[in-house]
């Protein structure tokens, strides 16, 4: 069964620090990997896109990472603000089925 | 135990056709949406439906019609099919209002080719 897991559930640093957080996936078979932003009322803001033939990308203060083979992806905030509070989802396009499968996110709040 | 099912999960049909989509969820919550994955793969929100009342409406089509005859459905009616109109559309649910934090879960999409 295709799985994407994200740890930890919630998470709530100080203003400033950079911080990492982790996707892992059952099936090292991706087609792409997509991190996102849930904030309320707005639905869900796609913030970087991994293909599957790509290690990294980056946007702005955001950085993703991907490793196939195991099974992992990081997305790292640095110098976190108060407006990067928000729920952070991954979500795994696996090649057998071309379906998005969702994390069940990750709830990050920066403390001014 | 399917949380949030759409049907078809394929549908092929031709230029100026009509055609729906369904969204069904059986986990009790108050609010459902339509997302449009576009070809670069970004889920971009079509339409916020909260126990049948339209929230959120964005810039769509007036081709497109979303229905909801209960808070366990929202249907996506499309009119007058376009090549651009092929695409992966998501139904997703979440429990409280859409000005909320609460975690909205999704279908596994309808994959529309309009040929």
């Known amino acids: 069964k295709q799985e994407v897991t994200q740890i930890p559930a919630a998470l709530s640093v100080p203003e400033g620090e950079n911080l990492v957080l982790n996707c892992s996936f059952t099936?090292?078979?991706?087609?792409?990997l997509q991190w996102f932003r849930q904030d309320p009322g707005k639905g869900l803001t796609s913030l970087l896109l991994?293909?599957?033939s790509q290690r990294e990308q980056t946007s702005g203060r955001l950085n993703a990472s991907l490793d196939k083979s195991s099974g992992r992806s990081t997305l790292y905030i640095a110098a976190s603000q108060p407006g990067d509070s928000a729920t952070y989802l991954c979500a795994v396009t696996f090649d057998s089925n071309y379906q998005l499968i969702w994390g069940a996110g990750t709830k990050l709040i920066i403390k001014p | 135990d399917t949380a949030v099912s759409q049907t078809p999960k394929y549908l092929v049909t031709q230029m100026g056709n009509d055609k729906s989509i369904k969204c069904e969820q059986n986990l009790g919550h108050d609010t459902m949406y339509w997302y449009k994955q576009d070809s670069k793969k970004f889920l971009k929100i079509m339409f916020s439906y909260n126990n049948k009342e339209l929230i959120i409406n964005e810039t769509v089509p007036n081709r497109f019609s979303p229905k909801s005859p209960d808070k366990a459905h929202l249907n996506l009616h499309i009119n007058s099919l376009e090549l651009g109109d092929s695409a992966v559309y998501f139904c997703?649910?979440?429990?409280?209002?859409?000005?909320?934090?609460?975690?909205?879960?999704f279908g596994p999409g309808t994959r529309l080719t309009v040929l």
């Open positions: 099936d090292s078979a991706i087609y792409n």
């Open positions: 991994i293909q599957s």
């Open positions: 997703a649910s979440s429990l409280l209002a859409v000005h909320s934090t609460d975690t909205q879960y």
